[in-house]
């Protein structure tokens, strides 16, 4: 038996729009809160992720930044009883990166030149890893592949005041 759709054509899926891009501010926050969990959870912070949650569309100013901790050196893992001073630590020590206001250098490199200058700690998991890498140094804090679409701020202390929820 035939069916009647085999001659059709299929449908070409849309590809979906990517997550908006966000503010200067909050990309920069983004970043320095990466850095900062890096350090209280000896983790490398590219490795740590960050995805955001573009919570900025309703609540301007805000967002929610997903941290991986699977690669922590802190192990075994904190108890759960310990998360609100873990998380205070990750506060103090990105208001204290933000605080040092250094200058923020945005860069291309070739994906060739960028891993053999840096390596694989550049990347965030996941990356798609293009031939064309734009590069965030954040000194002090990291240095780390940001999306093209991305601006930052031009300091570390110029997205204001980051509090961590």
């Known amino acids: 038996?035939?069916?009647?759709?085999?001659?059709a054509p299929k449908k070409e899926k849309k590809e979906r729009p990517g997550p908006p891009v966000p503010p200067p501010a909050v990309?920069?926050?983004s970043l320095l809160i990466r850095g900062a969990a890096a350090r209280v959870?000896?983790?490398q912070p590219a490795a740590a992720g960050g995805s955001l949650q573009p919570i900025w569309v309703n609540e301007p100013g805000c967002s929610k930044v997903t941290v991986?901790?699977?690669?922590s050196a802190r192990l075994p893992f904190p108890k759960e009883d310990?998360?609100?001073?873990?998380?205070?630590?990750?506060?103090?020590?990105t208001k204290r990166l933000g605080a040092t206001d250094a200058p923020i250098a945005v860069f291309e490199l070739s994906r060739?030149?960028?891993?053999?200058?840096?390596g694989d700690a550049i990347y965030e998991p996941g990356s798609k890893k293009p031939d064309q890498l734009r590069?965030?140094?954040?000194?002090?804090?990291?240095?780390?592949?940001?999306?093209s679409n991305w601006k930052l701020c031009c300091s570390l202390g110029a997205?204001?005041?980051?509090?961590?929820e």
């Open 68 to 71: 991986n901790l699977d690669a």
């Open 82 to 93: 310990m998360y609100p001073a873990l998380l205070a630590a990750v506060e103090a020590e």
């Open 159 to 164: 997205c204001g005041s980051i509090s961590i």
């Open 41 to 43: 959870f000896g983790l």
């Open 135 to 147: 590069l965030a140094h954040l000194p002090g804090v990291a240095l780390l592949e940001i999306p």
């Open 1 to 7: 038996m035939a069916s009647a759709d085999a001659g």
């Open 27 to 29: 990309a920069t926050a």
């Open 112 to 118: 060739k030149d960028a891993e053999a200058k840096y």
